[in-house]
């Protein structure tokens, strides 16, 4: 005997519709966009960028010290070395901002993919 379909019911547009699940955030019908159970309106009026940042990464909002250091360690991630600064300085002022900005990472080694 052959198995019978199931229709799946009528949803007007993405209603009841799941479009992927993640830790990171989530939306609340009743309080809105949850960072890691952080209300993210909340979270652009009392935290740093970087506070967001470590708390997206980490999963938990960092103490005094793991700030501290973390926003150490971004600080340093984006230095450019003076090879990549002399290069940005020699390209004409009129090119266009995302043709420098990929010859920068070509002179630094680094990838880039559109």
């Keep these: 005997m052959a198995t019978k379909e199931t229709k799946q019911a009528y949803s007007p547009g ?7 699940e ?4 989530w939306v609340d019908p009743n309080a809105g966009l949850m960072y890691r159970g952080y209300d993210i309106h909340e979270m652009a009026e009392k935290a740093s960028f970087e506070e967001v940042a470590y708390l997206l990464l980490n999963g938990e909002l960092p103490d ?3 700030l501290s250091k973390f926003t150490s360690e971004i600080a340093m991630a ?9 290069a940005l300085r020699l390209m004409p002022k009129r090119r266009i901002r995302w043709t420098c900005c ?12 559109n």
């Design 14 to 20: 993405l209603a009841g519709v799941i479009a992927g």
């Design 22 to 25: 993640t830790q990171i955030c």
């Design 64 to 66: 005094v010290e793991e």
């Design 78 to 86: 984006r230095m450019l070395p003076k090879q990549v600064l002399d």
């Design 102 to 113: 990929a010859q920068a990472c070509r002179c630094s080694g680094r990838s880039i993919r």
